[in-house]
């Protein structure tokens, strides 16, 4: 486990640098959790349990992004500054309580490192849930998440169903607000138009750890209970693919006419009905997705801007 070692870590490495054999078994750990926050430590006990569940999860994510102090501070309320990198994957077991449920689960923590491509790729199968997290402060960890989802999607080959996993997102180091370059709307957006839980985080602080690891596994206990399906009620968004590449298009538009979808030197007819447009499609009112809100002003500053100029 990168940024300090859990218990009973068995490193098979003894650094980045070694070569790597074809196929590397994990690292092992066993996170002392017995009583975790939130969970068993509150509830009554009840006399009768169901069935316990074990489940499968994986984190992954560019290296640094923080997913190793993510599991540690949730499993051992600690965290460790010094950055430590993950060698290939770690591996812990962890029992938690949903609900009347016993979990077993196992927690794959993945390097992030491109390095360690060919020892992660084998632990992609037979995952419930994956973490997926980014650092707030660093815009290529955000923008690669795109590409993890691709190189999961790949190892799972054309049988894997990516639609029955649980993802969540975590948008880690919110507690370094000078240096956020990724803000929530944009992050919250990325997540939920793909169906996936978000989460803001801070290892640092424990800010949003007990409640992101609480909700993934209780969506991973639902999906159990649904026959291994993602109830289709979490996967309805409240809001259309459109509105989530409109609001990305506008966040990402150089100057007022391309925010307007429009070419320089259109007339005010083709601007007010490219505002028209947008405006039905973003108006607070009717659109509830991420970021809907700021990209409705932008888009009527916009054309307020290009109609003073405008003949
Ligand atoms: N300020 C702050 N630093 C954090 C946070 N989470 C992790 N870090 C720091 O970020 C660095 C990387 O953390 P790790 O958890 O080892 O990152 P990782 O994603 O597991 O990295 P790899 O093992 O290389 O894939 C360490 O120095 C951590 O102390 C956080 O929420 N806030």
């Known amino acids: 486990m990168g940024s300090g070692g859990f218990e009973a870590v068995v490193s098979l490495l003894s650094g980045a640098e070694r070569q790597l054999p074809d196929s590397l078994p994990p690292r092992v750990c066993l996170w002392a959790n017995s009583s975790l926050p939130g969970m ?18 994986i984190s992954m994510g560019n290296a640094e992004v923080g997913k190793s102090c993510i599991i540690k501070r949730y499993c051992e309320k600690r965290f460790v500054p010094k950055y430590l990198a993950t060698i ?13 449920r016993e979990i077993k689960v196992n927690i794959f ?17 037979d995952t419930q849930g994956v973490a997926l997290v ?16 691709a190189e999961m999607k790949q190892e799972l080959g054309p049988h894997g169903n990516m639609e029955n996993i649980v993802f969540v997102v975590c948008a880690n180091k919110i507690d370094c607000t000078k240096h956020r370059c990724v803000d929530e709307s944009e992050g919250r957006l990325w997540a939920e138009s793909r169906g996936f839980l978000y989460f803001e985080t801070s ?28 109830p289709t009620s979490s996967m309805s968004v409240g809001f259309t693919k459109e509105q989530a590449d409109t609001i990305r298009r506008i966040r990402n538009s150089k100057d007022s006419w391309d925010m307007l979808g429009v070419k320089p030197g259109a007339t005010r007819d083709e601007v007010n009905k490219a505002y028209r447009k947008l405006a039905v499609l973003l108006h607070p009112d009717k659109c509830v997705a991420p970021g809907s809100e700021d990209a409705f002003k932008a888009v009527v500053n916009a054309r307020t801007a290009l109609l003073k100029n405008i003949k």
Not at 88 to 100: L, N
Not at 109 to 125: I, L, S, T, W
């Open 134 to 149: 980014y650092d707030v402060g660093q815009k290529e960890s955000f923008d690669a998440l795109d590409s993890w989802l």
């Open 109 to 125: 923590d993945m390097a992030g490192h491109p390095f360690f491509y060919e020892v992660r790729n084998e632990f992609y199968k």
């Open 40 to 57: 068993e430590a509150n509830l009554p006990k009840r006399k009768e349990t169901r069935k316990s569940l074990r489940i499968k999860v």
């Open 88 to 100: 290939g994957i770690d591996y812990g077991v962890t029992k938690v309580q949903i609900r009347d």
């Open 203 to 230: 290892a640092q602080t424990g800010e949003g750890i007990n409640e992101m690891f609480q909700t993934f596994y209780s969506a991973i206990v639902d999906l159990c209970d649904n026959g291994g399906k993602r």
